[in-house]
């Protein structure tokens, strides 16, 4: 029985650390999505669109509604959110990051927003891409 105990040992370790672990990737669009949450709390909704492509074909879609373009995404923000008491606190919580392709990964969370005059959450699919070396959110679509 006792020479049983080193191969059980070693069925342990070698059984243990299945986890799922990050890549490189992931890690890098959740510390983009970090910085989101972080400019978007701090009324600073131009840095909070650096982590959009900046084209104008990013696509937001929300309230049965297509907008196109970066510029246009930045100013529906302004319109819908004109002070810092709008904007209130953000924080995401990723429910998952999906590898599309080598390039693309789409991100499915939630988001809560904290504001004096009640708190909103919802729902969100974002999709990256890879676009000169940097993650960009290149279509998101939030309820």
Do not use: H
């Not at 070698?14 to 890690?27: A, H, I, L, S, W």
């Not at 529906?76 to 392709?101: E, M, S, V």
Request: charged residues 20%; proline residues 1%.
């Amino acid at each position: 029985m006792q020479s049983l105990l080193p191969f059980f040992i070693l069925f342990c370790l070698t059984t243990v650390n299945t986890g799922y672990t990050q890549n490189e990737d992931e890690k890098a669009i959740q510390a983009l999505m970090a910085e989101q949450e972080k400019a978007w709390s701090n009324y600073d909704l131009k840095g909070f669109m650096e982590g959009y492509w900046q084209s104008d074909s990013l696509t937001y879609y929300s309230g049965g509604r297509v907008t196109k373009g970066w510029q246009t995404t930045l100013d529906n923000y302004k319109k819908g959110y004109p002070t810092q008491k709008d904007t209130g606190t953000l924080n995401f919580k990723i429910d998952a990051i999906t590898q599309i392709t080598e390039d693309a990964y789409y991100v499915m969370g939630q988001y809560f927003l904290t504001l004096e005059a009640g708190d909103r959450n919802g729902t969100f699919m974002i999709i990256f891409k890879r676009i000169e070396g940097k993650w960009k959110i290149v279509a998101d679509s939030s309820c």
